[in-house]
Nanobody, 122 residues
Framework: QVQLVESGGGSVRTGDSLRLSCAAS????????MGWFRQAPGKEREFVSI????????YYADSVKGRFTISRDNAKNTVYLQMNLLKPEDTAVYYC???????????????WGQGTQVTVSS
């Protein structure tokens, strides 16, 4: 079956960096659009970034643009989210998703990971 396993979360201070990883198995990773979403306490899950499988085009939420970078390594079936200049408002559970891009800020989510916690303190 399909598995998406996130890792790399943790507790950091404002201005620090983290790199999240999402290892995929059970799907044809090279032809899957991949995305990162996050959910803060008491809030709905929101789009962070997605990467197109066909041309590597990337899309970002305005709140993370210029600070976060999504990338993928098809040889390792892994998608990454490099997060720099972290802010307390970035605190959330970050989820990896596989599916198909619908628009620059949304995708059809066929599969989800279990999430990894990112906590940023001031």
């Amino acid at each position: 079956q399909v598995q998406l396993v996130e890792s790399g979360g943790g507790s950091v201070r404002t201005g620090d960096s983290l790199r999240l990883s999402c290892a995929a198995s059970g799907l044809t990773f090279s032809t899957a659009d991949m995305g990162w979403f996050r959910q803060a306490p008491g809030k709905e899950r929101e789009f962070v970034s997605i990467i197109d499988w066909s041309d590597g085009r990337t899309y970002y939420a305005d709140s993370v643009k210029g600070r976060f970078t999504i990338s993928r390594d098809n040889a390792k079936n892994t998608v990454y989210l490099q997060m720099n200049l972290l802010k307390p408002e970035d605190t959330a559970v970050y989820y990896c998703a596989a599916g198909r891009i619908r628009s620059p800020s949304s995708m059809r989510h066929d599969f989800w990971g279990q999430g990894t916690q990112v906590t940023v303190s001031s």
